[in-house]
């Protein structure tokens, strides 16, 4: 079975402070993919970020960064420079193959609060 | 450029009716999903079509049917709302199901509540 922990619920930040999201997955799979989705006020879910167990660099895009740690089954995701327009509930996934299909399994999501 | 479309965005049932939400994707997706959205819980799959005349049960099935009407629609019915399923539900769509590197695309939702 797959399981995601975010355990943050909730965090709010002051604009321009740095916050990291965190991440906790668990699976007896070798090979498998971790995914951020963000999803704002709005309500669509948008797809930040990919990445699979075999590639343990760090990425970097713009503000965004992913810390990958296989020891400790953490895929954490930093927000440097926080902006209001960072307010967002944001989930971490993961997805595995189960009896030959792909299930994607996400975590509870953590509700990101910036304020100016 | 579609994507995913979802109808409705909103709908108001009462406990013991019936509805039937509407799923298209113009991507030529082999797979849809249907999820649920629920506070403090993320999303949670219902049902999923791995193809076209296929569908399996997800986490969350119970109360639930689909139809996977060609490969395009997929449609999620609810045959006697209740309560319990007030939720925001999402359609998803991905090129192969059997590839977990797959990004899902999302519909933008759909916000029932059963009275």
């Known amino acids: 079975a797959q399981k995601v922990t975010q355990a943050q619920t909730e965090i709010s930040v002051v604009e321009k402070e740095d916050v990291t999201l965190d991440c906790v997955y668990e699976?007896?799979?070798?090979?498998?993919?971790l995914f951020w989705y963000k999803q704002p006020p709005s309500g669509e879910l948008v797809f930040l970020i990919r990445?699979?167990?075999?590639?343990?660099q760090n990425e970097i895009s713009g503000r965004y960064s992913w810390n990958f740690q296989k020891s400790t089954s953490s895929f954490n995701f930093t927000i440097t420079a926080s902006q209001v327009v960072d307010s967002a509930v944001y989930f971490c996934?993961?997805?595995?193959?189960?009896?030959?299909?792909?299930?994607?399994?996400f975590g509870k999501g953590t509700m990101l609060l910036v304020s100016p | 450029n579609a994507g995913v479309t979802q109808t409705p965005k909103f709908q108001v049932l009462k406990t013991g009716q019936s509805m039937t939400l509407q799923c298209a994707q113009d991507?030529?997706?082999?797979?849809m999903y249907w999820y649920r959205q629920d506070p403090g819980m993320g999303l949670r799959l219902i049902y999923y079509?791995?193809?076209?005349?296929?569908?399996d049960k997800g986490e969350v099935p119970n109360g639930y049917n689909v139809s996977r009407l060609n490969k395009r629609e997929f449609s999620l019915r609810l045959e006697s709302a209740a309560p319990s399923q007030t939720s925001v539900y999402f359609c998803?769509?991905?090129?192969?199901?059997?590839?977990?590197?797959?990004?899902?695309?999302f519909g933008s939702g759909t916000q029932l509540s059963v009275l």
């Open positions: 998803a769509s991905s090129g192969l199901r059997d590839n977990p590197n797959e990004k899902l695309f």
């Open positions: 699976t007896r799979d070798t090979t498998y993919y």
């Open positions: 990445r699979n167990s075999f590639d343990e």
């Open positions: 996934a993961l997805s595995a193959m189960n009896s030959g299909y792909s299930t994607l399994t």
């Open positions: 991507m030529n997706h082999n797979s």
């Open positions: 079509s791995a193809s076209e005349g296929t569908t």
